[in-house]
């Protein structure tokens, strides 16, 4: 299957020069629905949680989740969570960000899977990371849908196996 056919591009969204990749087609046919979820679980070994960030990436990690029969964690923005949180602030390519984690949902020394919706920029994956492993648990693999490998941000995660399905 071809992911491209089903990622719509949107010039000049959400600011001048962005080129956003809209994955509303996925969401609306659920045989590929279906074909990205078992295709982002396929390489997920070993690992003792699931992490989606905020926020359309809770319906990848959900799903992922469910599959696995694994535990799922929202890392969200910030103010969006109940209890005791630990955050992190990055940068986006068009302002800043806050991502926060509620303390008590990974154990010290769990093995976590990351699954986002981009690598692009890098900033809320690395941020994410980053929160992951500022709390002893530990980032086994990160997992995209889309990644645009002209901006060749891999070496950032050079610490974790690193997977995404459609390449720009």
Known sequence: MNLKDYILEVKDFPKKWISFKDISLILQKPEVLSFVIDKL???IKNVDKIIG???RWFIFGS??????????????????LP???????????YGKNVFEIQKS???????????DDLLATWWSAKAACDLVEKLW????????VIELEFLNWRKIFSNQKLFSLVKY
Do not use: Q, T
């Open 41 to 43: 679980s396929e390489n």
């Open 53 to 55: 960030l905020d926020a």
């Open 63 to 80: 799903l992922v989740a469910y599959k696995m029969k694994k535990p799922f964690i929202m890392l969200r923005k910030k103010w969006k």
């Open 83 to 93: 209890w005791e949180c630990e955050s992190i602030s990055y940068d986006l390519e």
């Open 105 to 115: 949902a990974i154990k010290k020394g769990d093995k976590v899977a990351i699954i």
């Open 137 to 144: 648990w530990y980032v086994d693999s990160l997992h995209f």
